[in-house]
């Protein structure tokens, strides 16, 4: 939440706590309201969304040490808005109007012995910081963007809140052609995470401002990809590996494979005559398409042995290895490696 709406909005009452809460206090509020107004409890409840929404928001920062010192002191010296919420002059600053025009400004509590950086309190509700800083700790210098007494300059932003991470588990086919999930944002709330086509298992996806609300907007959501294995597919690189049976007589004859692709379609490729269990058959650009490039399809066929031979076929097998003697097929691999 942007830092003019701290201003505006009681996160203290939004949780239904005192202002001196504790976080256990916080903590217990918090999941007391996330349940009754959780999206997956009020399916189609506008109203119950935007509660979730909002008490999420209010856990944000007030569960965040940081976060909540911050917005009491907002809350504290500028709850009154620009108006004449400051202590001193009629336009709400001491001498009226916004500093820079008839002298520098600060502001102190206890008498000085606390000064309360306005600069970094507020500065972030114009875009940018307030100017110059004076020597008692509070802010100096001209105000611009049209403001009266002065010409100058917004210098610094107000504080970004912190990153926060999560996770979305998807399908190796949502990853080859990309996806948009639900993600949970810190204190519960959602929010949608596109995926690009071809996202790899454990990469980071960032999502903008989706992340722990701060004074100068939220930070950022890291979003970890984790893909499901599947029972056909496999992912080598950018290409897609899938084993597939084959019959003895194909193996040895030769045949057009018709071979299923990840993204429900089909391809035909050819078997050579006398191709061995391993060999790899190349469906070109049928992979993985990412950003620095495409892979392709990548088909393993695996001979099928065939089983439960009646005593003709035994015995014809029988006759085929008379007259075609296999050999030893294992002989090269012993001589490569040297045994």
Not at 124 to 139: D, E, K, Q, Y
Not at 311 to 321: G, M, N, V, Y
Request: aromatic share 8%; hydrophobic share 30%; net charge neutral.
């Amino acid at each position: 939440m942007a830092s003019e709406n701290w201003l505006n909005t009681d996160f203290y009452k939004v949780l239904g706590v005192s202002e001196t809460a504790s976080d256990a206090d916080i903590k217990k509020a918090y999941r007391k309201l996330a349940r009754k107004y959780h999206p997956d409890q009020n399916p189609g409840d506008a109203a119950a969304e935007k509660k979730f929404k909002e008490i999420s928001e209010a856990n944000d920062v007030l569960s965040d040490k940081k976060q909540r010192e911050e917005y009491d002191q907002v809350r504290k010296y500028g709850a009154a808005g620009f108006g004449g919420g400051f202590p001193g002059g009629a336009g709400g600053f001491p001498g009226g109007g916004f500093p820079g025009g008839a002298g520098n400004f600060s502001y102190s509590t206890g008498g000085g012995s606390q000064g309360i950086n306005i600069e970094d309190l507020l500065g972030g509700m114009f875009g940018g910081g307030m100017g110059g800083s004076s020597s008692r700790g509070g802010f100096s210098g001209g105000m611009g963007g049209g403001f009266p007494g002065g010409s100058g300059a917004f210098q610094q932003s107000a504080p970004k809140g912190e990153d926060a991470t999560t996770s979305a588990r998807i399908s190796l086919k949502q990853a080859y052609e990309g996806a948009e999930v639900s993600v949970f944002r810190p204190g519960g709330s959602q929010t949608t995470a596109r995926l690009p086509q071809g996202v790899k298992d454990g990469q980071k996806v960032r999502l903008r401002g989706k992340g722990h609300a701060g004074p100068g907007g939220a930070g950022d959501l890291l979003v970890t990809v984790r893909v499901d294995a599947h029972p056909i597919f496999e992912r080598e690189g950018d290409n897609v590996l899938v084993h597939v049976p084959v019959t003895l007589e194909e193996a040895v004859n030769g045949t057009i494979l018709e071979v299923p692709t990840l993204d429900g379609k089909s391809v035909r490729l050819r078997l050579p005559a006398g191709s061995p269990t391993g060999r790899k058959l190349r469906a070109k650009g049928r992979g993985f398409v990412t950003k620095k490039g495409t892979g392709d399809m990548l088909v393993i066929p695996e001979v099928q042995v065939p089983t439960d031979l009646t005593d003709e076929a035994q015995a014809a097998l029988s006759r085929f290895l008379e007259l075609a003697p296999q050999g030893n097929p294992r002989e090269e691999l012993f001589k490569k490696a040297g045994v």
